[in-house]
């Protein structure tokens, strides 16, 4: 079980807004549950949203009017009969608060409001709904959550990233009519927030080595490389030539059981190796060692990988990170990664 205090510092880590001083306070927080550490990030950062100005987009309006406003637009017009009335069916651009990403966010609070959170950050979120009186709520199943941000609406990325992970933690409705939030532990969405937290971490705490999430090339025979799939790594530690790929993994069984023997998932292990061995063969005849991990989020089962293999030539490694800990003691296990392969 993650304390839901690490998650805060995980979430600090893969979005470095949260380390600013508006929000430095929630740190020191304790949160019941992950719908009061979603609250208190969303009522500190649509407060500074709200100095800074809500968003604005235009919005393309049509309605009849009896003065010309935009386009008219003259087959609705008939079609409606409208100028039986002295009027005209008018298309124009208004430029409005009713943006998609205010939507989502106005969307995001009612949510959190029939959530189990304490009256305080309730009444938190109401206050900040008054300056949302204009903008429309969503159908919370049909977000579009394939959002283009640019330089106007950069300052919205971890907001609309942290209603993501309340909307997609939204279970079932209780038989008393309330909704709850999943502790964040959600395989697939954990498994991302864990990657980019490992990944952001190396960037920003040790800067004396390269990290990032490359893609690897297939070392191919000859050119022909149609329908291979793209080789992505979650996170390349790199060091000259020095080389360490870490894919991470988010489960709830950390090993496979077949006829009560315990092994590492199979699927896992080969594709290390084949990121290892094509990133080793890249380097062909020059200096270099590439080596590999398969880092788990340490879980609550009695047997947990932590072995080394040599495996044509390379190190492959398999770990448990554990995120049950006071978070100094996860960056000494993290920091420890680093020392182990680069110092």
């Given amino acids: 079980m993650i304390p839901v205090q690490n998650i805060y510092y995980m979430l600090s880590y893969a979005f470095q807004v949260l380390k600013e001083q508006g929000y430095k306070d929630i740190a020191t927080e304790q949160f019941e549950n992950a719908a009061e550490l979603c609250a208190a990030i969303l009522t500190k950062g649509i407060a500074l949203q709200l100095k800074r100005g809500l968003g604005k987009e235009y919005i393309s309006q049509s309605e009849a009017l009896s003065s010309l406003r935009g386009r008219i637009d003259i087959t609705e017009s008939i079609k409606t009969q409208s100028l039986l009335r002295k009027q005209v069916i008018c298309t124009y651009d208004e430029f409005t608060v009713n943006s998609y990403l205010n939507r989502i966010i106005k969307s995001t609070m009612e949510v959190l409001l029939h959530t189990d959170i304490s009256k305080a950050r309730k009444k938190a979120l109401r206050k900040l709904m008054i300056y949302f009186t204009d903008v429309d709520v969503l159908d919370i199943h049909t977000i579009h959550w394939s959002i283009r941000y ?3 609406n950069q300052h919205y990325r971890m907001l609309i990233s942290v209603c ?20 964040f532990l959600d395989e697939q969405r954990m498994c991302r927030l864990y990657e980019k937290f490992i990944l952001e971490y190396y960037r920003k705490e040790h800067p004396e080595i390269t990290a990032s999430a490359a893609q690897i090339p297939w070392q191919l025979d000859d050119s022909f490389n149609s329908m291979l799939p793209v080789m992505q790594s979650d996170i390349m530690l790199s060091k000259g030539n020095r080389i360490l790929i870490i894919d991470a993994k988010y489960y709830t069984h950390n090993t496979q059981t077949q006829y009560d023997v315990r092994s590492l998932h199979s699927g896992n292990l080969y594709q290390i190796f084949t990121y290892v061995k094509n990133k ?3 380097f062909g005849d020059a200096d270099h060692e590439v080596s590999g991990m398969l880092l788990y989020a340490k879980t609550d089962e009695d047997v947990q990988p932590n072995q080394v293999y040599r495996m044509s030539g390379n190190k492959i490694s398999v770990r448990t990170l554990n995120l049950d800990k006071a978070f100094s003691d996860i960056s000494r296990q993290l920091d420890q990664i680093v020392e182990e392969h680069f110092s």
């Fill in 164 to 183: 993501y992970l309340v909307v997609k933690g939204l279970l079932q409705t209780n038989m008393d009519g309330s909704t709850k939030l999943m502790d």
């Fill in 280 to 282: 080793d063969a890249e």
């Fill in 150 to 152: 640019n330089r106007n």
